[in-house]
Antibody, heavy 114, light 112 residues
Framework: EIQLQESGPGLVKPSQSLSLTCSVTGYTITSGYDWSWIRKFPGNKMEWMGY???????DYNPSLKIRISITRDTSKNQFFLHLNSVTTEDTATYYC???????WGQGTLVTVSS | DVVLTQTPPTLSATIGQSVSISCRSS???????????LHWFLQRPGQSPQLLIYLVSRLESGVPNRFSGSGSGTDFTLKISGVEAEDLGVYYCVQGSHAPWTFGGGTKVELK
């Protein structure tokens, strides 16, 4: 069974960086699926942030392009989200998911506040 | 970016009632590859999202067949034929035909 689990700090100060880890079990991230980060804002709005392909290439939402980076550690079967210069508008629940959306993590709430 | 407009934003249903949710796109979702990358998923309270329908009408494995999807071009519909208590939550359409992927605003299905 494929499972995804997000981890990282729940509180980040404005102007700092947000870093999250997605650990994947039951499937090797270099196999067929690509892997996305998606966030849900308070009030239900959802935003696709970007993905890393099974070969390691990336694509990002243009709205985040200058602030976002998605990387991976294939030895640990993990991929990562890094978001620079956060503001209170980045407060959201962050999900990692297979890009086909068949598999999702439980989500982790990140609050940006001083 | 493609804008997906879901209606209604809230839907009150009784158990056993059949309901439909509309998702309208600001541009055609027919991809040059010939597929239409329009999908539906449900987020139950306190749970992670669950994929229900992919490529407009294909039922994800394990999803009850009371869920069905239809549509083409810019107009799409999710139908629940006989709502059950476990169907309550927020439904989203999402498109992957045009970068970046975008989501509808969600439809909250609640008990009447």
């Amino acid at each position: 069974e494929i499972q995804l689990q997000e981890s990282g700090p729940g509180l980040v100060k404005p102007s700092q960086s947000l870093s999250l880890t997605c650990s994947v079990t039951g499937y090797t991230i270099t196999s067929g699926y690509d892997w996305s980060w998606i966030r849900k804002f308070p009030g239900n709005k959802m935003e696709w942030m970007g993905y890393i392909s099974n070969s390691g290439s990336t694509d990002y939402n243009p709205s985040l392009k200058i602030r976002i980076s998605i990387t991976r550690d294939t030895s640990k079967n993990q991929f990562f989200l890094h978001l620079n210069s956060v503001t209170t508008e980045d407060t959201a629940t962050y999900y990692c998911a297979s890009t086909a959306l068949a598999y999702w993590g439980q989500g982790t709430l990140v609050t940006v506040s001083s | 970016d493609v804008v997906l407009t879901q209606t209604p934003p809230t839907l009150s249903a009784t158990i056993g009632q059949s309901v439909s949710i509309s998702c309208r796109s600001s541009q055609s979702l027919l991809h040059s590859h010939g597929n239409t990358y329009l999908h539906w998923f449900l987020q139950r309270p306190g749970q992670s999202p669950q994929l229900l329908i992919y490529l407009v009408s294909r039922l994800e494995s394990g999803v009850p067949n009371r869920f069905s999807g239809s549509g083409s071009g810019t107009d799409f519909t999710l139908k629940i034929s006989g709502v059950e208590a476990e169907d309550l939550g927020v439904y989203y359409c999402v498109q992957g035909s045009h970068a970046p992927w975008t989501f509808g605003g969600g439809t909250k299905v609640e008990l009447k």
